[in-house]
């Protein structure tokens, strides 16, 4: 499930869950809060909060959702899937990252010998 969290500096953090070769992968992306991704994004999570409430259970008296349909729909969420050429893109990118040699490529590929 995608998750934010709002910084300061007007930036969103959005989370978000594939599924890959039956592993799950979690993918952090942090966006301007004005992107229209950050703003497609926070309207989900408007869609999915207001969708939760109506879901629990309620107070006795009141008649409470039930059967399989709707415990396999809790259980069986289907997570989005990831390719290998996202997974590849997504490991050199942490790679990068991690390792501190992004400025490095940068200035190595706009050379000759890039």
Not at 88 to 111: C, Q, Y
């Amino acid at each position: 499930k995608p998750q934010e969290k709002p910084k300061d500096s007007g930036k969103v953090t959005i989370t978000k869950t594939f599924d890959f070769a039956g592993e799950e992968v979690k993918v952090t992306k942090e966006v301007d809060s004005n992107s229209k991704e950050a703003k497609s994004f926070l309207k989900q999570q408007e869609k999915l909060q207001s969708a939760a409430p109506a879901s629990l259970p309620t107070v006795s008296g009141v008649k409470r959702p039930s059967g399989m349909s709707s415990l396999l729909g809790k259980i069986g969420a289907k997570k989005q899937k990831m390719s290998t050429l996202e997974k590849s893109k997504l490991d050199w990118e942490n790679f990068k990252e991690e390792e501190g040699i992004v400025e490095e490529l940068a200035i190595h590929n706009r050379g000759k010998d890039g």
